[in-house]
């Protein structure tokens, strides 16, 4: 099983839809949780942290249930720009500090007129 | 302030080369790592290192070396390069936090084709 598992995709959907994403992780330890975005041929950015108690920046929701180790993303009145790869990162972090992300390989929307 | 910088931006090498890649950064963060992304296989940690000195294997290590020695740089090492090593390879840096909740920051990325 990996340790990060996203549903590939493609979704497509019309400009105005609303989209979720789900991802689930095998480490009950993990530390914190993070989506990322990456546009073709970039390199990852981060878009949001996912807190126990579910977050939201504008258009975009996350959610973390580590009962079922499940996380998800949320996006509402989906925009041409949002077409993206959105990927699935969790921390199991380091002994003595730092970061052990493990990358989803991720869920590519594409956003259409 | 030019956040994580890498080079080259692409690579075209024969099996059996060695190259460096190089990766910088002027934000001052003592966590700075190293992974390649491969189709369908996620970004995978080849190494990292938690400050000046201080190196560690991460996921990938075989055939990759690294070496910390300022706060700024942090260069990958392909010792005699594989096919198998075709990748995109993304440099990444970060504050170490308490809480794990640090923002990575990667640089453009380099691209690498072996022959």
């Known amino acids: 099983r990996k340790e990060v598992e996203q549903d590939p995709g493609p979704f497509n959907v019309p400009e105005g839809a609303t989209v979720a994403f789900n991802c689930t992780y095998s480490?009950?330890?993990?530390?914190?949780f993070f989506w990322y975005r990456q546009d073709c041929r970039k390199e990852p950015k981060l878009l949001m942290s996912?807190?126990?108690s579910g977050n939201e920046d504008g258009r975009f929701t996350a959610q973390l249930n580590r009962a079922s180790q499940y996380i998800s993303l949320l996006i509402r009145d989906s925009k041409l720009s949002d077409s993206a790869t959105y990927l699935c990162?969790?921390?199991?972090?380091?002994?003595?500090?730092?970061?052990?992300?493990?990358f989803g390989t991720g869920t590519q929307l594409k956003v259409e007129l | 302030n030019a956040g994580v910088t890498q080079t080259p931006k692409f690579q075209v090498l024969k099996t059996g080369q060695s190259m460096t890649l190089q990766c910088a950064q002027d934000?001052?963060?003592?966590?700075m790592s190293w992974y390649r992304q491969d189709p369908g296989m996620g970004l995978r940690l080849i190494h990292y290192?938690?400050?000046?000195?201080?190196?560690d294997q991460g996921e990938v290590p075989n055939g990759y070396n690294v070496s910390r020695s300022t706060t700024e740089d942090f260069p990958l090492r392909l010792l005699s390069a594989a096919p198998s090593q075709t990748s995109v390879y993304f440099c990444?840096?970060?504050?170490?936090?308490?809480?794990?909740?640090?923002?990575?920051?990667f640089g453009p990325g380099t691209r690498l084709l072996v022959l």
């Open positions: 990444a840096s970060s504050y170490l936090g308490s809480e794990y909740q640090e923002t990575q920051y």
């Open positions: 480490n009950s330890a993990s530390q914190s």
């Open positions: 996912v807190y126990s």
């Open positions: 990162v969790v921390n199991q972090g380091i002994t003595g500090g730092g970061n052990k992300l493990t």
């Open positions: 934000m001052n963060h003592e966590y």
């Open positions: 290192s938690v400050g000046a000195g201080i190196t």
